[in-house]
């Protein structure tokens, strides 16, 4: 079923402006669901409207059928006489993982090297990622506690190279070893390039089902 026919008049809405939505909420209701676009009443941040700069891109939370789900879009216009805003329909729309940062699966080739030595260990690959770290795949274990720079590129975004400390380090079945990493020092500017990388895997896995 597409989104217009999911949402319903008054139900209300979460609106972030950042993609790992842990920043400034506003919040807001449907006025209208059209299939090109939605109609939403004014944001409010406490009681204080809020005009979103149009063409401007917005992370949503809505939550339908006690289940929560999330929907990127962007703004086409305000209604300032009639307390409205315009925003665009979403292709599509995933389900919200209550944890801090959503989490995808991916396979991305990925150099690690120790900051002070300089040593570099090859043979790892980003089994998964989130806005706020990454688990790795590879042949050889790194130290708890310690951080390391990772280097790898990120579809649409370019190379990014992040300072990463290392949680936990675990062997599997086949001898490989899985390690769970947490950024350090992340730029919001990284965060919200990694966080649109995961929402583009998320939809496009949603259409394939």
């Known amino acids: 079923m597409e989104l217009d026919q999911q949402l319903k008049i008054n139900q209300g809405l979460e609106i972030y402006l950042d993609p790992d939505m842990t920043g400034d909420k506003y919040l807001s209701q449907i006025a209208a669901a059209m299939p090109e676009f939605i109609i939403l009443t004014l944001p409010v941040r406490g009681r204080e409207p809020i005009l979103l700069q149009p063409e401007s891109r917005i992370y949503c939370r809505v939550v339908m059928d006690d289940v929560p789900y999330v929907f990127s879009s962007w703004v086409l216009a305000n209604d300032e006489t009639r307390r409205l805003t315009h925003i665009a329909a979403p292709e599509s729309f995933i389900k919200h993982q209550m944890r801090q940062f959503v989490r995808v699966e991916t396979c991305l080739p990925v150099a690690v090297e120790e900051p002070e030595s300089k040593q570099d260990f090859p043979g790892y690959i980003i089994q998964n990622i989130s806005g706020g770290g990454t688990g790795l795949l590879g042949h050889q274990a790194l130290a708890l506690n310690e951080t390391y720079y990772l280097t790898f590129d990120l579809p649409d975004a370019g190379q990014m190279r992040i300072l990463a400390r290392v949680l936990r380090s675990s062997g599997d079945e086949t001898n490989r070893v899985k390690i769970g990493l947490e950024f350090v020092g992340l730029s919001e500017t ?10 583009k895997i998320q939809a496009e896995r949603r259409r394939k089902t």
Do not use: D, V
């Open 190 to 199: 990284n965060r919200n390039k990694i966080m649109k990388y995961i929402f």
